[in-house]
C-alpha cells in the first residue's frame, strides 16, 4: 500500500501551459506539503496545508496554486509554465503533535518544460 | 546565514567500513528537531533517524547513529558497516518550533559513494 501517492510521476509540458499534479495520502495524517528539488537537487519547502488550511506559502509565485479538497489531498496547479519550473515535485504529509512526527514523502513528480 | 549546513558534497567509503556525514544548523528556537533522509537514485526520499533538541541521548537506529553536538549546533549522521546499497544522497534537515506541523529546512546533501 502506497502511502503517498503522486500523479504523474513525470511530465514533459511547453512553456505556457497550464498544469496540475495530485496527491494523496492514507497514512491519516493532517499536513501535507508540497517541496520543490532544483537540478541541483536541493530541496526547498513550497507549501503547506493542516486540516486543509493553508499555514506556509514561501515566497513562492501567484502561478502556483496549491488545493486542498480533504486532509488526504493536496493539489498543485502551475499556471503560465516557465523553464524555470522544471523540478522535481515532491509532496509529504505528517501528523501534528510531538514527538517525532516524521514527513513521509511521496515518490516525486519530474516536471520538464521545454 | 545557511539554517542547514552540509560541507561535504561527496563522499567515499569503503564497503564495511563506517562513514560520518556532518550536518551543522543554526537556530535560535530552544526546541528543534533535526532529521537525516536517505535518497537513493531512484528518486525518492526515506527518512532515517531523528534527533529532538530536548533528546538526552543520541539517536539510533540499526546501522545508523546521530552525533549530536548541541553546543556545537552540529548532528552528524554516522553510518557504520557501510553497505553498496548505502550509495546515496543523504540530506539533513531541520524543523523548528515545538509543533510538527512546519517545514524541514534542508541541507544541500552529501553523496555518498560505497565502494568495494
Known amino acids: 500500500d502506497t502511502a503517498v501517492s503522486q500523479t504523474p510521476k513525470y511530465l514533459v509540458t511547453q512553456m505556457g501551459n497550464d498544469k496540475s499534479i495530485k496527491c494523496e495520502q492514507n497514512l491519516g495524517h493532517d499536513t501535507m506539503y508540497w517541496y520543490k528539488q532544483d537540478s541541483k537537487k536541493f530541496l526547498k519547502i513550497m507549501f503547506s496545508y493542516n486540516n486543509k488550511e493553508l499555514i506556509i506559502n514561501e515566497t513562492v509565485p501567484n502561478r502556483f496554486s496549491p488545493k486542498s479538497p480533504d486532509k488526504a489531498h493536496l493539489n498543485l496547479h502551475i499556471n503560465s509554465l516557465e523553464l524555470g519550473d522544471s523540478a522535481v515535485y515532491f509532496c509529504a504529509s505528517s501528523q501534528e503533535g510531538t514527538g517525532v512526527n516524521e514527513q513521509f514523502f511521496g515518490p516525486g513528480t519530474r516536471l520538464t518544460v521545454l | 546565514a545557511q539554517k542547514i549546513t552540509q560541507t561535504q558534497p561527496g563522499m567515499f567509503v569503503q564497503e564495511k567500513e563506517a562513514v560520518t556525514l556532518d550536518c551543522t544548523y543554526d537556530?535560535?528556537?530552544?526546541?528543534?528537531?533535526l532529521f537525516w533522509y536517505k535518497q537513493p537514485s531512484s528518486g525518492e526520499m526515506i527518512f532515517l533517524i531523528y534527533?529532538?533538541?530536548?533528546?538526552?541521548q543520541n539517536a539510533t537506529e540499526g546501522r545508523y547513529s546521530l552525533n549530536f553536538q548541541k553546543a556545537r549546533k552540529s548532528a552528524n549522521l554516522v553510518i557504520s558497516a557501510s553497505q553498496l546499497g548505502d550509495s546515496a544522497m543523504y540530506f539533513c534537515?531541520?524543523?523548528?518550533?515545538?509543533?510538527?506541523?512546519?517545514?524541514?529546512?534542508f541541507g544541500t546533501g552529501t553523496r555518498l559513494q560505497v565502494t568495494l
Open positions: 534527533q529532538g533538541s530536548y533528546d538526552q
Open positions: 534537515a531541520m524543523r523548528e518550533g515545538p509543533g510538527t506541523a512546519s517545514k524541514l529546512t
Open positions: 537556530t535560535s528556537d530552544p526546541s528543534y528537531g
